[in-house]
């Protein structure tokens, strides 16, 4: 399996210097939240999110080097990111990222968490202001709005055995997909590009976005405790329903009445493991995953030919193929 090192090699210099640069942009005055920076970004995470912007400004900017101001793009686009991750490890009650301690588990403090998460997202705000761009700042102000709502709806649909499908991508695009998909048109509104390759870079990160979600979704049940950083079905037993469960509800009636009462007996969640894995929940998952990456390629087809190109239809591919 192609690994992140080398997929995202055309940027991994630009990748490198992000994470110096977030180090700095937090900044030494407050010793407690710099130390759960430096916690943050010190661990490596794959840096899918900037790498997309990083690849699509090298992309559409040839014959010239990335300005500051996409660089700084992609640094935002990180830190909205991780503030994100912080506020969802507490409502979650998260130990573990990573295969790191959360920062809340590391501080011993919730309070100290939430306000590294706000103070993350406060931090971004303010260097988005200062690139000047009104497009811009619009595009990510509606991410983090995204984001709240997102999490919300997550909140108000536990253990709801009736969530639609289309409720489910929703909700997936709020807290995923809608991040990757407007820095990726912020991306092209910075290197000047047509509004219709604007446009498709925003549907490339959309998709994108929303197949990553089904399948770290499929991770849930398939993958493993080290590769996850969490324990397996963590989200299901949260009351999280998703793809492989929506779909596996449609052919396992008893998993309803499992649902329905919260896995509130021993055993419960075991058997509703089993029996959404046993069924095709997971293979009709996947198979939707790959309807969006599919697409996802095909709104790269106004980019001109170049490593930086081949190296976002080439992330298509290894989205999938976290699956194996």
């Known amino acids: 399996m192609t690994s992140v090192t080398s997929l995202f090699a055309p940027v991994e210099a630009d990748l490198s210097l992000l994470t110096t640069n977030l180090k700095k942009l937090v900044g030494t005055r407050h010793p407690i939240l710099y130390a759960a920076a430096e916690h943050l970004f010190g661990v490596q995470g794959k840096r899918i999110r900037p790498a997309i912007v990083l690849l699509l400004s090298r992309a559409t900017m040839l014959d010239q080097d990335i300005t500051p101001r996409h660089r700084r793009l992609a640094e935002i686009t990180e830190m909205i990111h991780t503030a994100s991750l912080v506020h969802d490890d507490v409502i979650?009650?998260?130990?573990?990222?990573?295969?790191?301690?959360?920062?809340?588990?590391?501080?011993?403090?919730?309070?100290?968490?939430?306000?590294?998460?706000?103070?993350?997202?406060?931090?971004?705000?303010?260097?988005?202001?200062?690139?000047?761009?009104?497009?811009?700042?619009?595009?990510?102000?509606?991410?983090?709005m995204n984001l709240a709502e997102g999490e919300i709806q997550q909140g108000l649909s536990q253990f709801d055995f009736n969530l639609s499908l289309d409720a489910y991508l929703e909700k997936s695009y709020y807290k995923t997909a809608s991040l990757m998909a407007n820095s990726a048109k912020a991306v092209g509104v910075l290197s000047g590009v047509s509004p219709k390759?604007?446009?498709?870079?925003?549907?490339?990160?959309?998709?994108?976005?929303?197949?990553?979600?089904?399948?770290?979704?499929?991770?849930?049940?398939?993958?493993?405790?080290?590769?996850?950083?969490?324990?397996?079905?963590?989200?299901?037993?949260?009351?999280?329903?998703?793809?492989?469960?929506?779909?596996?509800?449609?052919?396992?009636?008893?998993?309803?009445?499992?649902?329905?009462?919260?896995?509130?007996?021993?055993?419960?969640?075991?058997?509703a493991i089993t029996l959404v894995k046993e069924g095709q929940g997971i293979e009709r998952a996947r198979a939707l995953a790959a309807e969006h990456t599919d697409a996802a390629v095909k709104y790269l087809a106004d980019l001109p030919e170049s490593t930086s190109r081949q190296a976002l239809i080439n992330l298509t591919e290894y989205v999938l193929k976290r699956l194996h």
């Open 92 to 144: 979650d009650e998260s130990e573990v990222r990573r295969g790191m301690p959360t920062v809340h588990s590391r501080f011993g403090s919730n309070r100290i968490a939430v306000l590294a998460g706000d103070f993350l997202f406060a931090q971004a705000s303010w260097y988005l202001a200062n690139l000047d761009c009104l497009e811009v700042v619009k595009l990510l102000s509606k991410v983090i």
């Open 197 to 271: 390759l604007a446009e498709d870079m925003y549907h490339y990160g959309r998709h994108v976005g929303l197949a990553f979600q089904i399948v770290d979704d499929i991770l849930d049940f398939v993958g493993s405790t080290d590769s996850l950083g969490k324990p397996v079905g963590s989200d299901f037993r949260d009351g999280n329903l998703t793809a492989p469960v929506l779909f596996a509800l449609e052919e396992q009636p008893y998993l309803e009445e499992l649902i329905e009462r919260e896995f509130h007996k021993p055993g419960d969640l075991e058997e």
